[in-house]
């Protein structure tokens, strides 16, 4: 097995998870095209080892870290989670990983950082879909520090049990539960600490349908769709979204007194 | 007389012979199969669970990109004819049309059912408020008259005149299905481009012969080629 042991986790959701089947075939990952049937079957050249991702900007120590070396750096834990893509449909992913959280906390960021940067791999040879200028590429996403802290922020390593597949974001990919899943940048080269918003690809793309937070929120509708109910993969009726995809609970005080239709 | 080669009423001595009724009942069937083959991909895909994790998304998107190729072919007819001179191709297009007409409201059946379940508020909300459903909407809408009034007592009914008239209508719909595609997709709009250029070209080499038609007609008449006489304007 590629982890020696998967704790469970008290944050894992009891729904039934999507087929592992759907998880793999299913993916929206423009790198390797637009369809959603294109990541799977693009992604033959792409190679996630050797792997390292570099944790850099306002910290005390800045580092490169090597894949082996973050398998080891926690315990990695099972957390199932609703995941609600910007586009109306939703799965249940049994992920496994550890917290951001363990790992920002490895190169002590500094008290001026507020905001984390994500960048995600743009390899063109083995990247099909970086010929077209769809998006500004290399993938671009950002937290806030405290939502990059917050202990449902997950740094995703396998799912099922099994290491990543190129299609999930292959090597480690973030993880953001109660965002909208465009949220959670794939196969990451870099974290930066940064004291300033970093810009996000889709929200540079089209900034008036994709804002920074991109909480989901079933009151405030996409430009061109209703984000008020959604599509469970392998359910045949549509189900009514939650706000923050149900973990309202646990991360609603992040945005408190903000105006959400403005913070979109 | 000049003009006679240009159009001919009748078959020119030595134009090819179209194909005689049998040939033409004989396409027309082939035509209805060939149109039916999608559904059947996709009703056998969704019985043996074939169509990926989001059968419902393929069957809607399905539905909206055949409705909108057989639109395209149907537009081609007349070109076609033109170009290759096989003014037979006529007489497939109204089953072309009415498949036009069949997608579309397999697709517009999709929508009402599998996405909005008869929630007519939240259709009536969603076509108001969202400008892909609008146009998508208003495409279809048009389609039904034309579906209504392709049979050959309509034709007799309203006049030959008045049905091409109001059958001029589907080159708005070809513009309105485009933008609902266009308007529908997230960032890669590659795909509406494809169509959009067919439409553009179909509908452009309309009117290009249009134009060469009416400078035909304003050219005089008499003067054989290169020996006009070019009026000389005072100044």
Known sequence: APFSSIQKSPFSTDEKPTPQNSIISYNNYYEFGTSKDDPARNVGRFKTRPWTVRVEGLCAKPRTFAIDDLLKLAPIEERIYRMRCVEGWSMVIPWNGFPLASLLKQVEPLGSAKFVEFTSAADRASMPGLALPVLDWPYTEGLRLDEAMHPLTLLALG???????????APLRLVVPWKYGFKGAKSLVRIRLTDKQPGTAWNKAAPNEYGFYSNVNPEVDHPRWSQASERRLGEF?????????????QVAKLYAGMDLRKFY | ???????????????PRGPGSAQITLAKLALFVLCLLPLGWYLNGLWHDQLGANPIEAITRASGE???????????VTPLRRLTG?????????????????????????????DQ?????????????RPFITVG???????????????NFAIRRL???RWQALHRSVYAIGVLAVLHFWWLVKRDVTEPLIYGLILALLLGARAWWREQERRRQLAPRAAPLGKRIIPIVQR
């Not at chain 1, 009726?237 to 609970?249: M, V």
């Not at chain 2, 006679?4 to 009423?9: H, V």
């Not at chain 2, 048009?142 to 579906?147: D, E, F």
């Open chain 2, 159 to 161: 006049g030959g005149r």
């Open chain 2, 117 to 129: 379940f008869f929630d007519w508020a939240a259709i009536a909300k969603d076509i108001v408020k």
């Open chain 2, 66 to 76: 055949w409705t909108l190729r057989l639109l395209l072919a149907t537009l081609a």
């Open chain 2, 137 to 151: 909407f208003a495409a279809f809408v048009l389609l039904v008259p034309l579906a209504a009034t392709s049979s």
């Open chain 1, 159 to 169: 799912l099922y049990g099994e290491e990543l597949l190129a299609q999930n974001g």
């Open chain 2, 86 to 114: 096989w003014h037979w191709l006529i007489r497939l297009r109204r089953m072309l049309g009415l498949f036009v007409f069949f997608y579309a409201s397999l697709h517009l059946a999709t929508y009402v059912w599998l």
């Open chain 2, 1 to 15: 007389m000049q003009t006679a080669t240009r159009r001919p009423t009748a078959p020119a001595r030595n134009a």
């Open chain 1, 237 to 249: 009726g549509k189900r009514k979204t939650l706000p923050f995809n149900g973990y309202a609970e």
